[in-house]
């Protein structure tokens, strides 16, 4: 896509950002409220925005993502952009549908302003090429984990030291296939290991008792920049 057209969609994309909004206590480098989608499943809607193609992609990423992608790409093969709202979901899921995106060279995909990608809607963010979070965007990261039915948890602790290791080993055994996948994925999509070296292996599993509570990271505009998560810099806009 030409620098011109790519300048029209990023400015399409752009709200009015109005008053700074209020920060999230436990997570403060995140507002109080992102705005993810909170539809179930991930809706996709196709739209026209400054003339051109865009596939709104709006809702938790669920396990069937990848097949409606790959139907709506299909049925649509003008569409140029991907625009992201989305809390996360089925990372495995997120995987598989970055990975349809990047098979359909030179989709572009999008974090509009104000608009929020967190967890597995990450995967599916990096399979564009090129990327862009635009200013006021949120691309946001947190440790893989497979620790957060906290139920399940305090189940396993009233049931008793054994059952405590049992859950312990099976979460990390878990957790080390699930983010071995993700850490594969992220850098063949480009993202730089500093990302996971530096920032989302520095968060929290889950929220403990002790002053610092954060389990997530917003990564500035420059952030996003640094380590590879918008392409800008290398995709000449």
Not at 18 to 39: E, I, M, Q, R, Y
Not at 181 to 194: A, Q, T
């Amino acid at each position: 896509m030409k620098r011109a057209a790519r300048l029209a969609l990023g400015l399409a994309a752009l709200a009015t950002l109005g008053a700074t909004p209020a920060k999230d206590p436990v997570n403060p480098t995140c507002p109080l409220h992102p705005n993810w989608s909170t539809n179930p499943t991930m809706v996709l809607t196709p739209v026209e925005r400054s003339g051109v193609k865009v596939l709104l992609a709006e809702g938790r990423v669920d396990a069937g993502l990848p097949d409606r992608l790959t139907a709506a790409l299909a049925a649509h093969p003008d569409i140029t952009e991907i625009w992201l709202s989305s809390p996360g979901g089925d990372a495995r899921a997120g995987n598989a549908a970055g990975r349809v995106i990047r098979s359909n060279m030179g989709i572009t995909t999008r974090i509009p302003s104000g608009w929020a990608c967190f967890s597995a809607c990450n995967f599916v963010f990096m399979g564009g090429i090129p990327r862009y979070v635009d200013p006021g965007g949120l691309f946001i990261v947190h440790m893989f984990t497979r620790t957060g039915d906290r139920g399940a948890i305090d189940m396993s602790v009233a049931m008793g030291t054994d059952a405590t290791t049992e859950l312990i080993g099976d979460v990390e055994q878990d957790a080390a296939l699930l983010a071995s996948e993700d850490n594969d994925f992220l850098i063949r999509m480009g993202v730089s290991r500093k990302l996971l070296t530096d920032v989302m292996y520095q968060q929290k599993a889950v929220k403990g008792s002790g002053p610092d509570q954060s389990t997530r990271r917003c990564l500035t505009h420059e952030e996003a920049l640094k380590y590879g998560v918008d392409s800008s810099d290398t995709a000449g806009g």
